[in-house]
């Protein structure tokens, strides 16, 4: 069978190998590797694996600039970022997600808070929590702009696909598919009570964001679940 190896056969076509891609490395399409030497914020939870001296520090992502009234008035703490500082390599994972390295050349993007998954600590960032539809959804209220020059890597169930924007052809996506934007888009909430009954869905609105004017927006072919916290 060709799922059947020995040791040796196994080590060969698993061991991890240094391709010279610079500081964020896809080991496999699911692993990110990097080669740290300074310091990058990553999802907290997120570490695999790692060798050389570093050294690990959480940080929850609310104590950020967003003021400790919205902590209060969330159930949960929301995603938290741990700092990885030091020198050697760094193994990171997301629950088998698809792992996708974007590199920021003075641009902004905004990625849903359960999709982050690291980027270099020089890049600037901010939390943007979607207040609006705050008791509408079961989480997922938050999100992280950022801005500046340098390495991101996101995660995505599967392969994402990016939509296009433009002016006069606004796109509509489930908030719980949705990934990230480009940071110039400021999508609105809308809802399609009608629209449920095609999700199965029992109780409640159907909730969809709205993006227009120019720009992208990145989805994923499966809808995320999300608690009151996550770790």
């Known amino acids: 069978m060709e799922d059947r190896y020995s040791i040796d056969e196994f080590i060969q076509k698993t061991q991890q190998q240094d391709k010279g891609q610079g500081l964020f490395e896809l080991e496999t399409p699911r692993f990110l590797e990097v080669n740290l030497n300074g310091e990058v914020w990553a999802k907290s939870g997120s570490m695999v694996s790692y060798r050389g001296n570093v050294k690990f520090v959480r940080e929850g992502i609310f104590e950020h600039g967003i003021g400790k009234m919205f902590k209060k008035a969330l159930t949960g703490e929301g995603t938290s970022l741990m700092k990885a500082a030091g020198n050697g390599k760094l193994y990171l994972a997301d629950q088998g997600k698809k792992v996708s390295i974007i590199q920021l050349n003075g641009e902004s993007l905004v990625v849903n808070g359960n999709d982050l998954l690291v980027f270099e600590s020089n890049i ?11 008791g509408m959804l079961s989480g997922g209220l938050f999100n992280v702009k950022l ?3 340098g390495l991101v890597a996101i995660t995505s169930h599967y392969e994402p696909l990016t939509l296009i924007v433009e002016p006069g052809n606004p796109v509509y996506t489930d ?4 990934v990230a934007w480009s940071g110039n888009l400021q999508p609105d909430f809308v809802t399609d009570i009608s629209f449920k009954t095609f999700l199965g869905r029992g109780s409640g609105e159907s909730i969809q964001m709205k993006f227009e004017g120019n720009g992208f927006v990145v989805v994923q072919p499966f809808e995320e679940v999300y608690f009151s916290q996550q770790n």
């Open 175 to 178: 908030p719980n598919a949705t």
């Open 124 to 134: 600037r960032w901010d939390i943007k929590l979607m207040k609006r539809i705050a």
């Open 147 to 149: 801005e500046g020059t």
